[in-house]
């Protein structure tokens, strides 16, 4: 088992920067793919990126595409998320979430382990 905490969301005006993380304790960090998903309020969760084990595959939303990075430490056992340009439409409550496997990873059911979730608002 894993227990993951998030930090690092807050306030910041249309076309700033923000960077979260994901801290991980528990079983080998290594060992799990990694995701990052949002939900905004009265919409579904939805994924945004997610990077594999040793982190040298990554995989982005098309909404996040070339404005978001997803990286990991496997030393420090965290996972970071630096968002760019962001918009007021990337405003949610951002979740990470560990899987097991390392395929599918766009999927929110092939995730085990949830964090508590981060607010990122953007302002206008």
């Known amino acids: 088992q894993v227990q993951l905490v998030e930090s690092g969301g807050g306030l910041v005006q249309a076309g700033g920067s923000l960077s979260v993380s994901c801290a991980a304790s528990g079983r080998t960090f290594s060992s799990y793919a990694m995701g990052w998903f949002r939900q905004a309020p009265g919409k579904e969760r939805e994924f945004v990126a997610a990077i594999n084990w040793g982190g040298g595959s990554t995989y982005y939303a098309n909404s996040v595409e070339g404005r978001f990075t997803i990286s990991r430490d496997n030393d420090k056992n965290t996972m970071y998320l630096q968002m760019n340009s962001l918009k007021p439409e990337d405003t949610a409550v951002y979740y990470c979430?560990?899987?097991?496997?390392?395929?599918?990873?766009?999927?929110?059911?092939?995730?085990?382990?949830w964090g508590q979730g981060t607010q990122v608002t953007v302002s206008s």
């Open positions: 979430a560990a899987s097991t496997v390392n395929s599918r990873l766009r999927e929110r059911k092939m995730y085990r382990y």
